[in-house]
């Protein structure tokens, strides 16, 4: 047998066009995020009541990744911001590529916060960077608070914990002290806040955090 | 089921590096998958498979080497495995760590057949 040695990393294509992604945001003072979650957990929702809360004082564009329809664009549209969808017809995660394609069909003139919301899935987005600032990962109440356990990957990954939901907590087993702690064992620099798009419980502090970070941007 | 996206990935670098002519020699393709990487072995092995199936590299297998999950201290300076995926310094206790290693998704190399020697 005789080898030949690669050393290269599987995804150098993806991660090169995350980096021109991020460069090219970087430089029009973009701030991207890359929301991910399990299915139904409430990124859209979160989404709607951020883009109420701040779509006065900031310029918010958004592209939304679903296996299939066009739904979660036609929520987002109502808001009156730049959206675009990304279908990926069964695929399970976004891809730079993807995204780089959508930016370049969107004005993005003046946008100061770019929200990429990923497909529903808590395993592959991890291993795709987009291209974004950080990413947000949100959990809802419902799910267990064993969950960030369950998927040490994409909390490692987030630096930022959204807790949605937390209007269901007297209905349910699950105890937020725990779900705190089992994601910051994972990951303690976890910045963390629990929401309910229901009540609007925890949507100005997250606002106030987001909109802050935006201006750094 | 992103494996099959990963599995499409290692395909074209290891055609990208091997030459053509020598595709169909390759047996082995030695992938290093860290612990937190969130790949399926199994799948990944299956997908490329499928991949390969027609093509000049049919004969290729992966070989998987899974990588620890390493961390180190910033505070005491400690290394250690990451067991049972708590993130706290073993030794003093901070949260103040970095990974080492755990995430890797890289093709290693390749392992080829020999070429038979020519008879002149």
């Keep these: 047998m005789s080898v030949i040695t690669i050393e290269r990393k599987v995804l150098e294509k993806n991660d090169e066009i995350a980096r021109q992604n991020r460069a090219l945001c970087q430089q029009r003072g973009i701030f991207v995020l890359n929301v991910v979650s399990s299915p139904g957990a409430g990124k859209t929702s979160i989404l709607e009541r951020t883009l109420e809360e701040l779509g006065e004082s900031l310029k918010v564009s958004v592209i939304e990744g679903d296996v299939q329809t066009d739904f979660d664009a036609q929520r987002v549209a109502r808001y009156k911001v730049p959206v675009v969808q990304i279908v990926t017809n069964g695929g399970c995660h976004l891809e730079a590529r993807l995204v780089q394609d959508a930016m370049a069909r969107m004005n993005l003139e003046g946008t100061q916060l770019l929200v990429i919301e990923n497909v529903g899935n808590l395993v592959c987005p991890a291993n795709f960077d987009l291209g974004e600032a950080m990413k947000v990962v949100v959990m809802s109440t419902t799910e267990g608070d064993d969950k960030p356990l369950k998927y040490p990957g994409m909390f490692r990954n987030a630096s930022v914990l959204i807790i949605n939901k937390i209007d269901l907590v007297p209905y349910l087993n699950s105890d937020l002290a725990t779900l705190r702690r089992n994601a910051l064992q994972i990951n303690p620099a976890l910045k963390v806040f629990e929401t309910s798009c229901t009540t609007k419980a925890g949507i100005s502090e997250w606002c106030a955090w987001l909109k802050e970070q935006c201006m750094k941007a | ?120």
Excluded at chain 2, 68 to 94: I, M, N, Q, Y
Aim: glycine share 6%; with cysteine; proline share 4%.
């Design chain 2, 1 to 120: 089921m992103h494996e099959l996206a990963i599995a499409q990935s290692i395909f074209e670098i290891v055609r990208s590096v091997v030459p053509a002519e020598q595709a169909g020699d390759v047996r082995a393709v030695r992938v290093r998958v860290g612990r937190l990487s969130g790949v399926v072995a199994d799948s990944l092995e299956f997908c490329f498979s499928v991949i390969v199936a027609d093509t000049p590299l049919r004969g290729a297998g992966i070989v998987i080497e899974a990588v620890p999950t390493v961390s180190e201290c910033k505070d005491c300076f400690h290394r250690f495995t990451v067991e049972d995926l708590a993130f706290l310094c073993p030794s003093c206790g901070s949260a103040n760590i970095v990974l080492v290693s755990g995430t890797e998704l890289q093709v290693a190399e390749v392992e080829l057949l020999d070429n038979p020697v020519e008879v002149t």
